[in-house]
């Protein structure tokens, strides 16, 4: 009975490198969101995607930042040509439909650090 | 724009005291309200909500007191443990339709001093 699995739990690029970013939502869940901690911040909304569709991406930057969730596979969440601002902690979540506002069940986050 | 805030950044408390962590939001339109634990390298973990229809949700150890008028919810755990020490989320949401985006605010980190 797995949860959201998210990987890798730590990534180190460089400036300019990409960052690509994988989350399993847990089974049976087909709604995943992705938040972004900054230091000393709370979690900001990113995106929202159900299978083959973007819902909600009203949270990502205009530039640089994707995500896509395939119909088989796990979420991606791409970074191109990472700035040392995009420095921080990526979460994801997964519920079961729309408006499972009774708390999501959240992964334990990839932990981007740009050099 | 800080729709929700938390306040006080930290919080300490001695062992069988009681906690109380608060939260004010400026979106009169959230209509949903979760609370957040979380501690270091893991995601957050869900504890308890309240729907704006209600004033006071309580789960065990965990009430929830929301005030509308003042646009201001609590979150108090009494008895206080050394295991509660993290950091807590205040979030919101608003319509069941608008999908499930929450919005945080920016934690407090409670401390439960044995």
């Known amino acids: 009975n797995a949860g959201v699995m998210q990987n890798p739990r730590h990534l180190v690029r460089r400036r300019g490198q990409e960052a690509r970013l994988r989350c399993s939502p847990m089974?049976?869940?087909?709604?995943v969101y992705w938040y972004r901690q900054l230091p000393e911040e709370g979690l900001k909304f990113m995106v929202y995607?159900?299978?083959?569709?973007?819902?909600?991406e009203s949270g990502m930057p205009k530039e640089r930042f994707s995500a896509e969730f395939p119909k088989e596979g796990p979420s991606i969440l791409r970074i191109q040509q990472v700035v040392r601002g995009d420095s921080a902690a990526y979460f994801c979540?997964?519920?079961?439909?729309?408006?499972?506002?009774?708390?999501?069940?959240f992964g334990s986050g990839t932990r981007l650090t740009v050099v | 724009d800080q729709q929700v805030k938390q306040n006080s950044p930290s919080l300490r408390v001695q062992e069988g005291r009681i906690s109380i962590l608060n939260c004010d939001y400026t979106?009169?339109?959230?209509?949903?309200f979760l609370w957040y634990k979380k501690y270091p390298a893991e995601g957050p973990t869900f504890l308890i909500s309240?729907?704006?229809?209600?004033d006071k949700n309580e789960d065990g150890r965990f009430t929830v007191f929301l005030n509308k008028s003042a646009k201001h919810l609590s979150l108090h755990i009494v008895p206080s443990q050394p295991g509660d020490s993290a950091v807590y989320f205040c979030?919101?949401?608003?319509?069941?339709?608008?999908?499930?985006?929450?919005?945080f605010g920016e934690g407090t980190q409670l401390t439960v001093n044995p």
């Open positions: 089974k049976g869940h087909s709604h």
């Open positions: 309240i729907s704006s229809i209600k």
């Open positions: 979030a919101a949401s608003e319509g069941e339709t608008s999908g499930s985006r929450l919005t």
């Open positions: 979540a997964s519920s079961p439909r729309l408006g499972a506002r009774k708390g999501y069940t």
């Open positions: 995607l159900q299978k083959e569709n973007i819902i909600d």
């Open positions: 979106n009169s339109m959230f209509d949903y």
